[in-house]
């Protein structure tokens, strides 16, 4: 039989019994429109949460001063002179020393502390951090000159402290790991960049900054830097950026193997891949339901091999070759598990947007994802419609004839 032919006995053959053809898509329209939803639910989601975080971490590097061989003294530590040079390259948008300490902060109504991290930062606060100021304003030159005992807060501390936002010019106490308490002037209030985490994992984190200065005097109580946080204008001249910084402290503190570039634990990562390696553990969940629906269509083949069989005795004796009759059976199988994928995937997509604007974000399709479904749907009828389309294949005519 030539070739056309058997495809249009085949689709001749899925149209003779359309509700059952329907029936055993249906396994493969929801394996595939499952899949499709949690991987366009979940990169949407992803990126709603951590995208901007994740994006400035990939403009910030830190470099630090450590070494495990040998005893540092202090001239091989970063200082202000290193800090002047690094603004003045040409990419590089914001530089701070990098230094974070355990505080306790008051809440309102509660006698508790609330303990969190307070970090160092500079000039550049907004290059560096990547939010928006709300209100007030950011520090001076002066004010880190003189190591002023002013602070920045979130947005969400600010209205579990005062229950609003605006509250420049306010005071707030910081204690110490050690119990020292410090009084701070609030000069500005930012929004709070991990708002999104803290809404899906529950957990509040307060971010508040003072100026590196301050935090050196009150916290360090040193004037040595050991670690610096820079920005940069674009991500693609990270790498070259940070090799002329270290070629540059290497040469200005005549000290080498001891400046490197550090790794990013930064939350927003860490919270990255847990949502990764969970859209990943739903994606293989949904695609159980496609192996349940390839059962579906090799027992449905069955039975329609079996319905047949007279059918087959008839072509055969007419001069069908084995292969025109396992050709035949697999089309119709990767017809219907192929069929389902499309629609699968038409269904999967609508829903990931009705989702997508119920819960707020904006889906995201991965093209190859659509290619890969559409592979796994054909797989999937040439996996399970192999077995009963070589069962038809090799009955015999003659007591296919007989079959009643």
């Given at each position: 039989?030539?070739?056309?032919?058997?495809?249009?006995?085949?689709?001749?053959?899925?149209?003779?019994?359309?509700?059952?053809?329907?029936?055993?898509?249906?396994?493969?329209?929801?394996?595939?429109?499952?899949?499709?939803?949690?991987?366009?639910?979940?990169?949407?989601?992803?990126?709603?949460?951590?995208?901007?975080?994740?994006?400035?971490?990939?403009?910030?590097?830190?470099?630090?001063?450590?070494?495990?061989?040998?005893?540092?003294?202090?001239?091989?530590?970063?200082?202000?002179k290193d800090l002047e040079y690094i603004e003045n390259i040409e990419e590089v948008t914001g530089v701070t020393p990098n230094m974070s300490t355990r505080v306790g902060m008051k809440i309102l109504n509660s006698k508790k502390l609330k303990f969190t991290r307070m970090s160092a930062t500079g000039l550049e606060f907004q290059n560096l951090e990547g939010t928006d100021l709300l209100y007030g304003r950011n520090f001076t030159e002066e004010e880190i000159q003189k190591s002023s005992k002013v602070i920045l807060i979130d947005d969400v501390y600010a209205m579990r402290r005062f229950e609003r936002i605006d509250v420049a010019g306010e005071t707030i106490t910081i204690e110490s790991r050690k119990g020292e308490k410090n009084e701070f002037m609030v000069i500005g209030v930012y929004e709070n960049p991990m708002k999104a985490l803290m809404g899906s994992f529950g957990n509040e984190m307060y971010l508040p900054y003072i100026p590196y200065t301050a935090f050196q005097k009150y916290y360090e109580d040193s004037e040595v830097i050991s670690a610096i946080k820079i920005s940069f204008e674009n991500i693609n001249s990270k790498e070259d950026v940070s090799e002329e910084v270290i070629k540059y402290l290497e040469g200005s503190h005549n000290h080498s193997g001891i400046y490197e570039v550090g790794v990013d634990f930064s939350p927003a990562s860490s919270f990255n891949e847990i949502l990764k390696t969970l859209s990943l553990l739903l994606t293989s969940v949904g695609a159980i339901s496609l192996l349940v629906g390839g059962i579906g269509v090799m027992n449905i083949m069955l039975v329609s091999v079996t319905e047949r069989i007279r059918e087959i005795g008839i072509r055969k004796a007419l001069g069908a070759q084995k292969n025109d009759i396992m050709f035949q059976f697999i089309v119709e199988a990767v017809s219907l598990t192929l069929l389902g994928g499309i629609i699968g995937l038409l269904l999967g997509i609508v829903i990931s947007e009705i989702i997508g604007m119920v819960i707020g974000i904006e889906p995201i399709l991965d093209y190859n994802m659509i290619i890969i479904s559409l592979i796994v749907s054909c797989g999937i009828g040439i996996l399970f419609g192999t077995y009963p389309a070589k069962k038809a294949s090799e009955l015999n005519p003659i007591d296919a004839l007989r079959h009643e």
């Open positions: 039989m030539k070739f056309w032919d058997i495809i249009k006995l085949a689709f001749k053959s899925l149209g003779g019994n359309k509700a059952r053809s329907i029936l055993t898509m249906l396994g493969i329209i929801i394996g595939i429109s499952s899949v499709i939803i949690i991987s366009t639910v979940g990169k949407g989601s992803q990126e709603s949460i951590t995208g901007n975080l994740v994006e400035l971490s990939n403009r910030t590097v830190t470099i630090s001063v450590q070494s495990d061989d040998e005893v540092l003294s202090k001239k091989d530590y970063i200082d202000l």
